[in-house]
C-alpha cells in the first residue's frame, strides 16, 4: 500500500496518466514448473503455485517489452527510453499504469493484450478498496465504499456515528470476556481494519506492558504516503530510549522511501527532516542508548537526514499512538489533510 501511495503521488504532481487494466482467469496463464498435487501430502496444509507462476509470466512479458523489476518492490516495474517513462504497480491480477506519454500507453496496453486476455478498465478509479478521483488539485483517495462494506458485514450500517473513535485518554484494561466462538470471523474484521487504520515520530506507553507504542508517519510533499503504530518488542528504559528506537526504524524506511522515489526519476538530493516531539532525544541528552544512537548519529552526519524538534500539541503521529478528545483529534486530522468529500458545503 506504501507504494501505490508513492506511485500516485508522484503521478498527481507529475501529471502523468493513470490507467488500470484487469487479467481474465489469471492464474491460467501461470506455466507450472513442479508438481501439482490434486491433494496435498501429508504434512503440507497450503499449495499455491498458481499465482506465483502467473507473476512471474507477467514479469517475463514486461521485462521482454523492455521494463525493469525493481529492487525496492518486485511489484514495481519500470521502462525508460528517451525522454519516455512508463510505470506498472501489479497486484495479482490488476495492474495500475502510468506514464508521460500518451501514445506509450496506448502501445503498451495493446502488448500487453496481445499477450493475454484482458480487459481494459480505462482510468483508474477504484484499486485494493481505494477509490481514486482526480480533479486540478490532485489525486482524492478515499475507502469509505471499503469502510461501508466492513459496517455492512458486522451488521451495524444503521449504527449512529461517533465524532472521534475513543474516549479522551482511555486505558484499555485486559480482557476478561469469554473466547469468541468464530474467531475467523473476528481476525477478519481485524484484518479489515487494518487497511484503513493502518514522518513524523512519537512513542507513548502502553500502561498494561510498560511497553512503548510507537507511531510515526511519513510525508510526501503535502501527502502521508506511510503511517504505522507498533507496541515496542522490549521495555526501554527511558522514554529518550524509546524515542531513539523509533526514530532508527522510521530511518530506514525513509532510505527506502528515497530508493523508491529514485524509481520514479524523482532526484532527493536534500536531507530529509525527522521531527521528534523529545528534546532529550534530538539533542541526545542520554548515554546509556548505544546502537540506535551511533546510527542515527551516522545517517545524519551523512546528509541523509535532519533532526528537528517539534512541539507535543503539534505532533502528527499522536492519532496513531493516544486516544484524542474531539478537538485534537479533528485538528490532527485537518493537518494529516484528511477530509471528507461528502460533507455538504
Same mark, same amino acid.
Given at each position: 500500500?506504501?507504494?501505490?501511495?508513492?506511485?500516485?503521488?508522484?503521478?498527481?504532481?507529475?501529471?502523468?496518466?493513470?490507467?488500470?487494466?484487469?487479467?481474465?482467469?489469471?492464474? $491460467?496463464?501461470?506455466?507450472?514448473?513442479?508438481?501439482?498435487?490434486?491433494?496435498l501430502p501429508p504434512g503440507f496444509d497450503k499449495g499455491r503455485p498458481a499465482p506465483r507462476c502467473w507473476?512471474?509470466?507477467?514479469?517475463?512479458?514486461?521485462?521482454?517489452?523492455?521494463?525493469?523489476?525493481?529492487?525496492?518492490?518486485?511489484?514495481?516495474?519500470?521502462?525508460?527510453?528517451?525522454?519516455?517513462?512508463?510505470?506498472?504497480?501489479?497486484?495479482?491480477?490488476?495492474?495500475?499504469?502510468?506514464?508521460?506519454?500518451?501514445?506509450?500507453?496506448?502501445?503498451?496496453?495493446?502488448?500487453?493484450?496481445?499477450?493475454?486476455?484482458?480487459?481494459?478498465?480505462?482510468?483508474?478509479?477504484?484499486?485494493?478498496?481505494?477509490?481514486?478521483?482526480?480533479?486540478?488539485?490532485?489525486?482524492?483517495?478515499?475507502?469509505?465504499?471499503?469502510?461501508?462494506?466492513?459496517?455492512?458485514?458486522?451488521?451495524? #450500517?444503521?449504527?449512529?456515528?461517533?465524532?472521534?473513535?475513543?474516549?479522551?485518554?482511555?486505558?484499555?484494561?485486559?480482557?476478561?470476556?469469554?473466547?469468541?466462538?468464530?474467531?475467523?470471523?473476528?481476525?477478519?474484521?481485524?484484518?479489515?481494519?487494518?487497511?484503513?487504520?493502518?514522518?513524523?515520530?512519537?512513542?507513548?506507553?502502553?500502561?498494561?506492558?510498560?511497553?512503548?507504542?510507537?507511531?510515526?508517519?511519513?510525508? $510526501?510533499?503535502?501527502?502521508?504516503? $506511510?503511517?504505522?503504530?507498533?507496541?515496542?518488542?522490549?521495555?526501554?528504559?527511558?522514554?529518550?530510549?524509546a524515542e531513539y528506537c523509533s526514530m532508527a526504524v522510521v530511518t530506514c524506511e525513509l532510505r527506502w522511501?528515497?530508493?523508491?522515489?529514485?524509481?520514479?526519476?524523482?532526484?532527493?538530493?536534500?536531507?530529509?527532516?525527522?521531527?521528534?516531539?523529545?528534546?532529550?532525544?534530538?539533542?541526545?541528552?542520554?548515554?546509556?542508548?548505544?546502537?540506535?544512537?551511533?546510527?542515527?548519529?551516522?545517517?545524519?552526519?551523512?546528509?541523509?537526514?535532519?533532526?528537528?524538534?517539534?512541539?507535543?500539541?503539534?505532533?502528527?503521529?499522536?492519532?496513531?499512538?493516544?486516544?484524542?478528545?474531539?478537538?485534537?483529534?479533528?485538528? $490532527?486530522?485537518?493537518? #494529516?489533510?484528511?477530509?471528507?468529500?461528502?460533507?455538504?458545503?
Amino acid at each position: 500500500m506504501v507504494t501505490i501511495r508513492v506511485f500516485l503521488a508522484v503521478a498527481a504532481v507529475k501529471k502523468w496518466e493513470l490507467h488500470q487494466m484487469d487479467v481474465h482467469n489469471a492464474f $491460467l496463464h501461470g506455466d507450472l514448473s513442479e508438481e501439482v498435487y490434486m491433494r496435498l501430502p501429508p504434512g503440507f496444509d497450503k499449495g499455491r503455485p498458481a499465482p506465483r507462476c502467473w507473476f512471474s509470466k507477467l514479469a517475463a512479458a514486461l521485462k521482454r517489452y523492455g521494463f525493469s523489476q525493481l529492487y525496492s518492490d518486485y511489484s514495481l516495474f519500470t521502462l525508460c527510453k528517451g525522454q519516455t517513462r512508463l510505470h506498472v504497480l501489479v497486484y495479482v491480477d490488476d495492474l495500475v499504469i502510468s506514464g508521460n506519454d500518451s501514445a506509450a500507453i496506448s502501445t503498451f496496453k495493446q502488448y500487453l493484450s496481445s499477450c493475454f486476455h484482458m480487459k481494459d478498465l480505462g482510468v483508474l478509479k477504484y484499486f485494493l478498496g481505494v477509490e481514486v478521483a482526480r480533479s486540478q488539485e490532485g489525486i482524492f483517495l478515499s475507502q469509505r465504499k471499503y469502510a461501508l462494506d466492513i459496517i455492512s458485514e458486522a451488521g451495524l #450500517l444503521g449504527s449512529k456515528p461517533v465524532a472521534f473513535p475513543m474516549e479522551q485518554n482511555l486505558r484499555l484494561p485486559s480482557s476478561t470476556s469469554v473466547v469468541l466462538r468464530d474467531a475467523e470471523c473476528y481476525r477478519r474484521f481485524c484484518m479489515s481494519l487494518v487497511r484503513i487504520i493502518e514522518c513524523r515520530e512519537v512513542s507513548e506507553s502502553c500502561s498494561a506492558t510498560r511497553r512503548s507504542v510507537s507511531g510515526w508517519i511519513v510525508f $510526501l510533499g503535502k501527502s502521508p504516503v $506511510l503511517w504505522k503504530s507498533k507496541k515496542q518488542e522490549a521495555v526501554s528504559r527511558s522514554s529518550a530510549e524509546a524515542e531513539y528506537c523509533s526514530m532508527a526504524v522510521v530511518t530506514c524506511e525513509l532510505r527506502w522511501l528515497k530508493g523508491l522515489l529514485a524509481c520514479f526519476g524523482v532526484a532527493h538530493t536534500k536531507s530529509m527532516e525527522l521531527f521528534c516531539d523529545s528534546q532529550s532525544a534530538v539533542h541526545e541528552r542520554t548515554k546509556h542508548i548505544e546502537i540506535d544512537c551511533h546510527f542515527l548519529r551516522d545517517v545524519v552526519l551523512e546528509g541523509i537526514i535532519r533532526m528537528n524538534h517539534v512541539s507535543t500539541t503539534n505532533q502528527l503521529a499522536d492519532i496513531f499512538t493516544k486516544a484524542l478528545g474531539k478537538w485534537p483529534f479533528e485538528f $490532527l486530522l485537518r493537518k #494529516l489533510g484528511i477530509l471528507d468529500l461528502h460533507t455538504p458545503t
